[in-house]
């Protein structure tokens, strides 16, 4: 770990699902600032991860540490992380058909506030929101996803992000589902709300949104722990050499 205050980290941290542990000891440090980039083959861990950090029911944590500005907030429910600051972009975020994506907003806005905010003062910032990720301000009234493309779902994420303003913005396979275009407006959203004081880690298979958002460090997860950790190098030679490359590597490194 790092000597720099970490905004959110991880020590030891152990996850269990239905009595099986699959995450085996983490230490992930993401500082103010950075954007940091998870990666992994299919079943690797790295969904569970982030939906714990996010403090999902569903999963146990066995074991370790969660820290947000040096707090340990691994016994708060999601609610009381959310207001704290976490955010989680899902990968298939699900539908609430009959409830609108402005009521959905306000209602989150005034949660992670604390206090009832105006109507007049919450369509004031989601309209500015609305014109800084050129989403067309019709989508307000839409059903929340009721109906939404991949992009469309996702894009309804990063508005909820720009209202919400995280510490520490934790997307789960944002990439999953989109087109080329619908990705690079994803993407630059995201780069749009990213900024000193925010934090982003991002779950990601491929190289295609990484092109687009820059990481400043890259973890690779394999059967539930970090292998193998570097800059956006690293991305490339993945693209290159595929998981295979490294599950040999971590081999021959345990028979050594």
């Known amino acids: 770990m790092s000597e720099t205050k970490s905004l959110l980290a991880c020590e030891g941290v152990r996850i269990g699902i239905a009595g099986k542990e699959v995450i085996r000891g983490v230490d992930l440090e993401l500082r103010a600032g950075e954007k940091v980039a998870l990666m992994g083959p299919n079943g690797s861990g790295k969904s569970t991860l982030v939906n714990t950090l996010m403090g999902h029911p569903g999963y146990e944590l066995l074991g370790g540490k969660i820290l947000l500005d040096g707090e340990e907030i691994q016994d708060l429910p999601a609610d009381e992380r959310a207001r704290k600051g976490l955010f989680l972009g899902f990968q298939y975020p699900v539908s609430i058909p009959g409830v609108s994506v402005a009521n959905v907003l306000r209602a989150a806005v005034n949660a992670r506030r604390g206090k009832e905010v105006s109507v007049r003062e919450f369509r004031k910032e989601m309209m500015a929101a609305f014109e800084m990720l050129n989403i067309d301000p019709k989508f307000a009234a839409r059903g929340l996803n009721e109906g939404f493309s991949g992009g469309e779902k996702k894009r309804a994420e990063v508005l909820q992000m720009a209202l919400l303003k995280p510490r520490v913005a934790l997307m789960d396979e ?41 990481p400043d460090r890259v973890h690779v997860l394999m059967e539930g722990r970090i292998v193998r950790s570097g800059g956006a190098d690293l991305v490339d030679k993945l693209e290159e050499e595929g998981y295979d ?7 021959e490194r345990q028979e050594a």
């Open 174 to 214: 944002t990439d999953s589902g989109l087109d080329i275009d619908a990705l690079k407006t994803v993407a630059g959203g995201i780069m749009k709300l990213s900024g000193p004081e925010t934090g982003v880690i991002l779950v990601t298979h491929y190289q295609r949104l990484l092109n687009y958002i820059q």
């Open 245 to 251: 490359w490294l599950e040999k590597s971590v081999e």
